[in-house]
């Protein structure tokens, strides 16, 4: 029985340039990811130059941004900012089961 894989958004920070291949490099990542964890991810590529501000804009315009690498480490700020925000076992077993399947791998 086949079922709808789940969809997470991850942005990310681009050295230099943003690839034009990008489509090609979500598909073959989409690929693994719904073979090995029924996972579907949306690649938001940006710019390292505006990276910070388009993650804010992202955030407090409740835009769908499940996962993004974070700079500096001042995750009390990003906390503060519900940048950040504590994942339960209940949540990771309802929303994000997908998670424990792929950390326990």
Known sequence: QST???K???AFFCN???PEDMDMIEEALNEQTRKKINVEVELVPLSLG???QQINLMVSGNEKLDLYIMF???FSSAINQNK???I???TLQ???HFLISYLSL
């Open 4 to 6: 709808e894989p789940d």
């Open 94 to 96: 309802g929303n994000y």
């Open 88 to 90: 339960a076992q209940d």
């Open 8 to 10: 997470i958004t991850f």
């Open 50 to 52: 505006t990276y910070n």
């Open 16 to 18: 230099l340039f943003i």
């Open 72 to 74: 500096g480490g001042d």
């Open 84 to 86: 950040l925000l504590p």
